[in-house]
T-cell receptor
């Protein structure tokens, strides 16, 4: 059974701080996605990483896919209150996308 | 606005009621999904439709019945639900051509409470 474990489960930080959240699995994925879900809304895709060791940047967000394609990390620089939400990682391919339980981030002004 | 709409946004129903959830996508996608999201649990894939045919049914109880009349619409018919079925039900769509990536676009969800 493929499982994605995300850590930490919950993170509360002050505005301006940096943070990293992790997504780990014992399985190899052909690609991995990160989504952000805000209260009362559905998840919104942030990025897809495909190649082992790949690094993608989206403004203050940096995503990295592990060399062995079993894990990924999301680093946020100078967090802002607008970054508050549930961050989900998802392993693909195929229709059976596997989701982690998420990291709930709260950024205090 | 992701191009995927869901109605109703909130639903409270008794265990003997029958109700339906509706999902509509305006993205020209040809795969649609139902997920269940419970607190502190990973999203659970319930059903997948590809080109209006069901391709995945993850051992979901028969009290949940999906319907996909065309590639833009997806329904989830509910009857004799249990309180533990209370959750956020999310609809998603994706283009089949993305296959390898399977990037999904989610609706806002229906918050279901079963009394």
């Amino acid at each position: 059974t493929q499982l994605l474990e995300q850590s930490p489960q919950f993170l509360s930080i002050q505005e301006g701080e940096n943070l990293t959240v992790y997504c780990n699995s014992s399985s190899v994925f052909s690609s991995l996605q990160w989504y952000r879900q805000e209260p009362g809304e559905g998840p919104v895709l942030l990025v897809t990483v495909v190649t082992g060791g790949e690094v993608k940047k989206l403004k203050r967000l940096t995503f990295q896919f592990g060399d062995a394609r079993k894990d990924s990390s999301l680093h946020i620089t100078a967090a802002q209150p607008g970054d508050t939400g549930l961050y989900l990682c998802a392993g693909v391919p195929g229709f059976k996308t596997i989701f982690g339980a998420g990291t709930r981030l709260f950024v205090k002004a | 606005e992701t191009g995927v709409t869901q109605t109703p946004r909130h639903l409270v129903m008794g265990m003997t009621n029958k109700k339906s959830l509706k999902c509509e996508q305006h993205l020209g996608h040809n795969a649609m999904y139902w997920y269940k999201q419970s607190a502190k649990k990973p999203l659970e894939l319930m059903f997948v439709y590809s080109l209006e045919e069901r391709v995945e049914n993850n051992s979901v109880p028969s009290r949940f019945s999906p319907e996909c009349p065309n590639s833009s619409h997806l329904f989830l018919h509910l009857h004799t639900l249990q309180p533990e079925d209370s959750a956020l039900y999310l609809c998603a769509s994706s283009p089949i051509s993305s296959g390898y990536y399977n990037e999904q676009f989610f609706g806002p969800g229906t918050r279901l409470t079963v009394l």
